[in-house]
């Protein structure tokens, strides 16, 4: 059994910042990737940031420059920090990490339950 859980989503004004958490627990053997997802209203779920095992960090061109992932691999714990925050930036945020539960097995992937991110004034 493994659990992901979020925090540091709320409301912020534009131009503000928010860190996201992610913390993985239970039966992990290895991590291999993680990443934040975001889904706003009535639209697709689409890729922020992800990063793998080694530290290699990817963007959607909609973040670059404004959020940066990262990554705690003694803590299992995925964070992204935002900054200079938009209007258009407002939807859930959702923790993903790929991961194995034991030696051999395939890795499957994993979800948080969403924290929801609003930026207005």
């Known amino acids: 059994q493994v659990q992901l859980v979020e925090s540091g989503g709320g409301l912020v004004q534009p131009g503000g910042s928010l860190r996201l958490s992610c913390a993985a627990s239970g039966s992990i053997f290895s991590i291999y990737a993680m990443a934040w997802y975001r889904q706003a209203p009535g639209k697709q779920r689409e890729l922020v940031a992800a990063i793998s095992s080694g530290g290699t960090t990817s963007y959607a061109d909609s973040v670059k420059g404004r959020f940066t992932i990262s990554g705690d691999n003694a803590k299992n714990t995925v964070y992204l920090q935002m900054n200079s925050l938009r209007p258009e930036d407002t939807a859930v945020y959702y923790c993903?990490?790929?991961?194995?539960?034991?030696?051999?097995?395939?890795?499957?992937?994993?979800w948080g339950q969403g924290t929801q991110v609003t930026v207005s004034s």
């Open positions: 993903n990490v790929l991961l194995g539960t034991a030696a051999g097995e395939p890795p499957y992937d994993y």
